[in-house]
């Protein structure tokens, strides 16, 4: 009796997990394809764009100068704010090579969201500065309110490719006691 029981549960679960219904996942009927062509009103998901430049940059061996990459973009402007927060210590030339890295990786990270913007390149920072201005500064931590200290601190117009260059007259902030135990203790456990 209850072997009967158990095999009448099982039948019934059976039934139940394979269901009686018609599934209309595509309705199309055919394959799902993704979709190359250039689409119309796409909204680019900024989060994930932020979170791509963080893991490309924050924490990188080949960035060790990079803090955090923040960014404020009006749409309706076609404008793009991007300040780029450095360590105590680093050079103008330091600071040019990581903006100049990051300016690209995030036109790169909108080109893959939409394909109407092409992809940068050594002459280009790409398609989405073709279409909007970018105010770019890089600075030292904590240095908001201390221009001096700013590294980068310039205009550059859509589509213009303008050349990143340092702040004329860039103070190098140097490195605190602190912040040379951590890289001398950091480099001690690399061995």
Known sequence: MMKNKALIICAMSAMLLTGCTESHILASGGPAEPVFETQQGIVLDWTQIGNDMDDEFVDNEEYPMALSVNYSVDNE??????????????????????????????????????????????????????????????????????????????????????????????????????????????????Q
């Open 77 to 190: 402007n076609k404008s793009i704010d991007l300040t780029l927060i450095v360590k105590e210590g680093t050079t103008p030339e330091e600071a040019v090579t990581f903006a100049d890295v990051a300016v690209r990786f995030l036109n790169d990270e909108a080109s893959m969201q939409d394909f109407s913007y092409e992809k940068s390149s050594n002459t280009s920072y790409g398609g989405f500065f073709k279409i909007y201005d970018l105010h770019l500064i890089v600075m030292p931590d904590y240095t908001m309110k201390d221009k001096k200290y700013w590294l980068v601190d310039m205009d550059i117009p859509k589509g213009s490719d303008e050349k990143i260059v340092p702040k004329e007259g860039a103070v190098v902030m140097e490195t605190t006691a602190a912040d040379q135990e951590e890289d001398t203790e950091s480099s001690e456990s690399d």
